[in-house]
């Protein structure tokens, strides 16, 4: 099985991946970034800053991120907030007009996998 987690990541914009957040601790590995590897069924590769918006919108998706789950020491989400998003999920959002803006820097590579760079930019965070 090859490993997309390695510490030399690469983000969308082909430079090293920089970390997303550690308040909330995010990432498939919980280590605050957005690495991946093959059994990240769910790609957990675009670091977003999270919106009100799109917080509504995965919960009606069956995704609520807002509610704390203690049991997963997950706390919940909120507005601001950055988080590694499923990339199928950030693209969804994207088709539906409730994209949250995207941290590219941060971003994994494997994103392009899934959506391209420009659907990427058209919502680049700052």
């Known amino acids: 099985m090859s490993d997309f987690s390695t510490a030399s990541a690469l983000n969308v914009l082909g430079e090293p991946l920089r970390s997303c957040s550690f308040d909330p601790l995010t990432g498939y590995f919980r280590d605050?970034?957005?690495n991946t590897r093959e059994d990240d069924s769910?790609?957990?590769?675009?670091?977003?800053r999270m919106t009100a918006a799109f917080l509504q919108f995965s919960k009606l998706r069956g995704n609520d991120l807002m509610t704390p789950r203690p049991e997963h020491r997950f706390h919940g989400l909120k507005p601001d907030d950055r988080w590694c998003l499923c990339a199928m999920r950030w693209r969804e959002a994207f088709e539906a007009g409730?994209?949250?803006?995207?941290i590219m820097e941060s971003t994994h590579q494997r994103a392009l996998d899934f959506v391209t760079l420009e659907q990427l930019q058209s919502c680049a965070y700052g």
């Open 32 to 34: 605050g970034c957005c």
């Open 42 to 48: 769910g790609s957990h590769v675009i670091c977003a």
């Open 98 to 102: 409730v994209a949250p803006p995207v």
